[in-house]
C-alpha cells in the first residue's frame, strides 16, 4: 500500500513538471542486426523551457533486437550532453536552483534518462546535468554541459 502511493505520488509529480520534449537531429547504427532495429545511438536537440536562449544536445544509446523494436529492452546508461547558448538569454525572475528540464523513458519500467538544470548564481552560468535514474537502485551514469549566462550579439 506504501509503495503503491508513493508511486502514484511520484507519477503525479513527473507529471505536472514541465520538460522539454525534444526533436531527433539523427542516429547512427552501433550495431546490425538480423531481426529487428539495428542497435544505434541516437541525438536528440531539446530548449530549455524556461531559459530561452539555451539549446541541448543529448546522445544516447538505443537497443536494438526484436525486444528494442517492441520497446520491451533496457537501454545501457550511456550518453552525452552539450548544452550551448544559441540565443539572447532570458533569466524568469524565479529561476529555482534545480529543475528537470527533460527526460526520457530508457526502459519499459522504473528508468530514465533525465537532465536537471541548475543555477550557479556565484558564477552566473546554467549547469544542466544528465543522469540515468533506475526507481529501485538508481545509477552512477551522468554527464554535465554547462552555459555561462554572457550577453548575445552586443546586447545585455
Request: with cysteine.
Amino acid at each position: 500500500m506504501i509503495l503503491s502511493s508513493r508511486l502514484l505520488m511520484a507519477g503525479l509529480l513527473l507529471a505536472t513538471t514541465a520538460t522539454a520534449s525534444a526533436d531527433t537531429v539523427g542516429c547512427v547504427t552501433t550495431a546490425w542486426k538480423l531481426i529487428g532495429a539495428n542497435h544505434k545511438v541516437c541525438v536528440d536537440a531539446f530548449m530549455d523551457p524556461k531559459v530561452p536562449g539555451v539549446t541541448c544536445h543529448v546522445s544516447q544509446a538505443r537497443t536494438g533486437g526484436v525486444s528494442g523494436t517492441l520497446g520491451l529492452a533496457q537501454d545501457p546508461s550511456q550518453f552525452s550532453l552539450a548544452c550551448r547558448q544559441t540565443g539572447p538569454i532570458t533569466l524568469p525572475p524565479r529561476l529555482p536552483a534545480e529543475e528537470t528540464v527533460f527526460s526520457e523513458d530508457t526502459s519499459i519500467l522504473f528508468k530514465e534518462t533525465r537532465i536537471v538544470r541548475m543555477w550557479d548564481e556565484a558564477h552566473r552560468t546554467l549547469v544542466y546535468l544528465a543522469i540515468s535514474r533506475k526507481l529501485i537502485e538508481g545509477a552512477p551514469a551522468n554527464s554535465i554541459s554547462t552555459v555561462p549566462v554572457m550577453p548575445w550579439g552586443g546586447k545585455p
